[in-house]
Structures are given as structure tokens and as C-alpha cells.
């Protein structure tokens, strides 16, 4: 028998979240500076913006360099942003220093034209990076879906309030193609009331099974609509310890209600209801039944008729 402890300590969005403006200002670069009318590329200047060069320039859809990229559609607008090289651009917020009590969420869309291409999405609080993402996108000139999102709660005694705010984007690997860049929007939302939640999961005769190989635990956490995922964990079984022991992943969930799924391969697949009380910690246990041999979501006649085929084999998978 294992107990696996996973404290879920994780993010669940609620819809009841107010509204928040963008900090940023031309966040979709729809305030193009220099454009060729003609070609859709920029002289390298990105109103509001910092460029490091004209690697890091505006374009808009249509003329010759918009059509040569392939792109159909921005995700906002009419323009965009490339960077490429060993460019940069970045942005300090304007009349804003860092606060407490507050969630900063940076998302932005991307996709790349001409050569694979590594870039750094990165929020600061002065020179400190507080979110840092290096991003590549490959394969065909479209935009990546769904776009990037990260953010970072700001909770009182952080040495770092009152830093000046900055985005920054920085191309990682020289000579590495360009990217497309759009829709950069920051916001400072208050932080939701949150509490931990301790799930503790047992798998029936995990420890009769000598070969662990058998693929994954998989927790997805889901909205109260029970279809929404917000976030999936997923831990290898054949990555346990010997003997095995509880291990710990850690997230925060929001107040309010949500499910949890926990699956793994020929274990039956379970859903918790949960209800989450803010600053309240609460354990949520849950046993899957060993013998879902098929993998259909049962354990019924099919899978002993698929034991019984195979009964007395030696290494042979059931």
C-alpha cells in the first residue's frame, strides 16, 4: 500500500475576479512609430517602449515583410512586434512601484517566422526578475495557443516593494530567427483569499507490483465547473522511492469550490469535491481500486476476462 501526501497548495481561478486595466502602455503595438507603408516593417523605434536595436522593431499586417511572415491574423490589432538576435525592448511602468497584497499577471501572445528562436519574458522589481520565462516556439509561422501566462503574489514583508516595475523581452540566442510578439498586458489584481489543501492518495497493492513502469499519477485540478483545468501534476510511478514513501507537491488553491481528479493507469479514476475555506488547511483523501486492467474507467468482467487470457503467461502485458 502507498500513501502518497500531495499538499495542493495551488491556483484556481475564479470567475469572480474584478477586471484590472493594463499597466503597460502599447501593449499591442497598435501605436506603431516608424512603419514603411509599403514594406509593413518598422525603423526600430516601439512607441513607449526601449528598443536595444532595429532587431527589435514594429510590423504591421500586409505590404511585403507582412505577408512574407505568414501570418494571417494578429491576436490584437493590426501590429505587432518582432525581436530578433541579441535585441531587447522593455518597458518601466509607468507611475507604479511594486505592492503588496497584489498578484501581478504578465501574458503576452507569441509565435516566430524564419528560423526557430529563443527569447526571455521577464517582469523585474528593480533589477530583481520576479518572473522569468525563456520561451522558444517552433514549427510553422503561426501564433502559439494558448498564449503565455505567469504571475507572481506580492504578500507584505517582500523586500522588494516599492521597486520600480519593468517588462522586459531579451533574444536568448544569437542568430537564432526572430520573433513575433503581441498583446503584452500586466495586471495588479488583489491577492484572493487562499488556503492549503492536503491530498492524500493511496493506490490499492502498489506495493505487490514489482514493475513500476506503468506510466503516471496524474492530479488535475478543476474549476467548480468540473470540466475547466487549471492545473495538471503528474509524478512517475517508477520514479518512487524504495520502500516506498509519501512525497509532497505544493500548491495554493483559492477559496471556493473545485474538484480534484486523480488518475493513474489500471487504477480506477476518482473525483474529490472540494470546498476550499480561506486561511482554513483542510485534507482531502482519496483510494484508487487497483484492477481497471483495460483502462476503461471499470472494474467489471471485461478485465477479468482479460486476466483469465491470459492467465499463467510469464511477462507478457495484460
Known amino acids: 500500500m502507498l500513501k502518497i501526501s500531495l499538499l495542493i497548495v495551488g491556483l484556481l481561478l475564479v470567475s469572480s475576479m474584478l477586471f484590472a486595466a493594463n499597466l503597460l502602455e502599447n501593449g499591442s503595438f497598435e501605436d506603431p512609430g516608424g512603419i514603411d507603408p509599403n514594406t509593413g516593417w518598422g525603423d526600430g523605434t516601439i512607441p513607449k517602449w526601449v528598443p536595444k536595436d532595429a532587431f527589435a522593431a514594429c510590423f504591421e499586417m500586409g505590404g511585403t515583410s507582412g505577408n512574407y511572415f505568414g501570418i494571417t491574423a494578429m491576436p490584437d490589432g493590426v501590429k505587432g512586434v518582432t525581436i530578433g538576435y541579441e535585441s531587447d525592448f522593455y518597458q518601466i511602468i509607468k507611475d507604479h512601484t511594486l505592492q503588496a497584497g497584489k498578484r501581478y499577471t504578465l501574458s503576452f501572445s507569441y509565435g516566430k517566422f524564419w528560423a526557430d528562436h529563443e527569447f526571455k519574458a521577464e517582469l523585474l522589481a528593480g533589477d530583481t526578475p ?16 494558448p498564449p503565455y501566462s505567469g504571475y507572481i503574489d506580492i504578500k507584505a514583508g517582500n523586500s522588494l516593494i516599492g521597486s520600480a516595475v519593468t517588462v522586459k523581452f531579451t533574444s536568448v540566442v544569437a542568430g537564432s530567427g526572430y520573433a513575433f510578439i503581441d498583446n503584452v498586458v500586466l495586471e495588479a489584481t488583489d491577492i484572493p483569499p487562499q488556503a492549503n489543501v492536503n491530498l492524500n492518495i493511496t493506490l490499492d497493492d502498489l506495493d505487490k507490483i514489482v514493475d513500476r513502469n ?7 485540478i478543476l474549476a467548480a465547473d468540473k470540466t475547466t483545468v487549471v492545473e495538471t501534476i503528474t509524478t ?10 509519501a512525497f509532497v507537491i505544493s500548491r495554493l488553491l483559492n477559496a471556493g469550490d473545485c474538484f480534484i481528479k486523480v488518475s493513474a493507469p489500471k487504477w480506477l479514476t476518482k473525483i474529490a469535491p472540494v470546498t476550499v475555506v480561506a486561511d482554513v488547511d483542510q485534507d482531502v483523501n482519496i483510494n484508487l481500486l487497483n484492477g481497471d486492467i483495460n483502462g476503461d474507467g471499470k472494474i467489471n468482467v471485461s478485465d477479468y476476462n482479460r486476466l483469465k487470457s491470459n492467465w499463467f503467461k510469464v511477462n507478457d502485458t495484460l
Open 130 to 145: 520576479i518572473i522569468s520565462q525563456n520561451l522558444t516556439k517552433t514549427g510553422d509561422y503561426e501564433w502559439l495557443s
Open 236 to 245: 512517475s510511478l517508477n520514479t518512487l522511492p524504495e520502500p516506498p514513501e
Open 214 to 220: 506503468l506510466g503516471s499519477i496524474n492530479v488535475e
